[in-house]
């Protein structure tokens, strides 16, 4: 078995993670943007653990990007999808389930877990550490859970049934569709915060931020993965809102 995740700000990462490493003992998971990860699945003869956050009750553009244009390595493969939310996602795994099959994978099972919200520049559902901590603590037990059923044979399947599909569509997707269509060119950095440190530039899992003479500039092919939004040491990057309010990363937790 081994992880492929997409994680803006970790979440991902950590269930992906240890959902691998308590079958495997060892966690050999990759994120999908490192370059050996199209090389890790091709040579997987068991099962893909595959994760990504919810984006408005879709995966984000960047991970359907991915399973579209990987056909050649994703077919035959067997794959458990595990999606990350905040709260609510309808079919977070379903979404990329129905890709995964177009493309010739089978999907196994699913898991939907609940993590910490991660939208730094918004203030909607932000908790103290504490609370965060707390969630994390039962998204763990969920996961446990699930890997047991795992290893029983009988892999869970949040979020693939035509109930959650509809729950997903009508809950969210249908209405956010337009926000998740594209890559995203709403990112904005306040000059007058920003140091030109840099750090965003070396972050971004799509490249999207370049230094220009000292400024930051997007290329507009932003994942909305709030990686930068949360790390930078100035709190200078927003893109669904104006200021950053709290800034989020599971390290930190
Ligand atoms: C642009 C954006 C949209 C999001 N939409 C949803 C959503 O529709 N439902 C939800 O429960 N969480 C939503 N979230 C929260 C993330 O899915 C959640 O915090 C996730 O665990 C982040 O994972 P990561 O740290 O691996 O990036 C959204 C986050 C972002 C950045
Ligand atoms: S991380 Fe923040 S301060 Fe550093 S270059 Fe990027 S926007 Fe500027
Ligand atoms: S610009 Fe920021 S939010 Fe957008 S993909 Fe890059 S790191 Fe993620």
Same mark, same amino acid.
């Given at each position: 078995?081994?992880?492929?995740?997409?994680?803006?700000?970790?979440?991902?990462?950590?269930?992906?993670?240890?959902?691998?490493?308590?079958?495997?003992?060892?966690?050999?998971?990759?994120?999908?943007?490192?370059?050996?990860?199209?090389?890790?699945?091709?040579?997987?003869?068991?099962?893909?653990?595959?994760?990504?956050?919810?984006?408005?009750?879709?995966?984000?553009?960047?991970?359907?990007?991915?399973?579209?244009?990987?056909?050649?390595?994703?077919?035959?493969?067997?794959?458990?999808?595990?999606?990350?939310?905040?709260?609510?996602?309808?079919?977070?795994?379903?979404?990329?389930?129905?890709?995964?099959?177009?493309?010739?994978?089978?999907?196994?099972?699913?898991?939907?877990?609940?993590?910490?919200?991660?939208?730094?520049?918004?203030?909607?559902?932000?908790?103290?550490?504490?609370?965060?901590?707390?969630?994390?603590?039962?998204?763990?037990?969920?996961?446990?859970?699930?890997?047991?059923?795992?290893?029983?044979?009988?892999?869970?399947?949040?979020?693939?049934?035509?109930?959650?599909?509809?729950?997903?569509?009508?809950?969210?997707?249908?209405?956010?569709?337009?926000?998740?269509?594209?890559?995203? @060119? $709403?990112?904005?950095?306040?000059?007058? *915060? &920003?140091?030109? +440190?840099?750090? /965003?530039?070396?972050? =971004? %899992?799509?490249?999207?931020?370049?230094?220009? @003479? $000292?400024?930051?500039?997007?290329?507009? *092919? &932003?994942?909305? +993965?709030?990686? /930068?939004?949360?790390? =930078? %040491?100035?709190?200078?990057?927003?893109?669904?809102?104006?200021?950053?309010?709290?800034?989020?990363?599971?390290?930190? +937790?």
């Amino acid at each position: 078995m081994i992880g492929v995740y997409f994680s803006g700000t970790g979440n991902t990462k950590h269930c992906v993670s240890t959902f691998v490493k308590l079958i495997n003992n060892e966690s050999t998971s990759l994120p999908l943007e490192s370059k050996d990860t199209k090389n890790y699945i091709r040579n997987e003869k068991d099962t893909i653990v595959f994760g990504y956050p919810t984006q408005f009750s879709n995966a984000p553009i960047f991970v359907r990007d991915f399973i579209r244009k990987n056909k050649d390595i994703l077919k035959g493969k067997n794959i458990f999808i595990i999606s990350t939310m905040g709260l609510f996602s309808g079919d977070g795994t379903g979404c990329t389930a129905r890709l995964f099959k177009k493309v010739g994978a089978k999907v196994i099972g699913g898991l939907q877990v609940r993590m910490p919200d991660n939208v730094c520049d918004v203030n909607t559902l932000k908790k103290s550490k504490e609370e965060n901590r707390d969630i994390i603590y039962k998204a763990d037990i969920k996961i446990k859970e699930s890997v047991k059923a795992y290893i029983n044979g009988h892999p869970t399947q949040e979020g693939l049934s035509a109930f959650s599909h509809i729950a997903g569509l009508f809950g969210q997707r249908l209405w956010f569709y337009s926000r998740t269509k594209n890559y995203s @060119n $709403k990112i904005k950095i306040n000059t007058d *915060k &920003c140091m030109s +440190c840099g750090k /965003c530039t070396t972050l =971004c %899992p799509t490249s999207n931020l370049i230094m220009n @003479n $000292k400024s930051v500039e997007s290329k507009n *092919k &932003c994942t909305m +993965c709030y990686r /930068c939004i949360s790390q =930078c %040491p100035q709190r200078a990057i927003t893109l669904i809102g104006n200021e950053v309010v709290q800034q989020y990363s599971y390290d930190k +937790c």
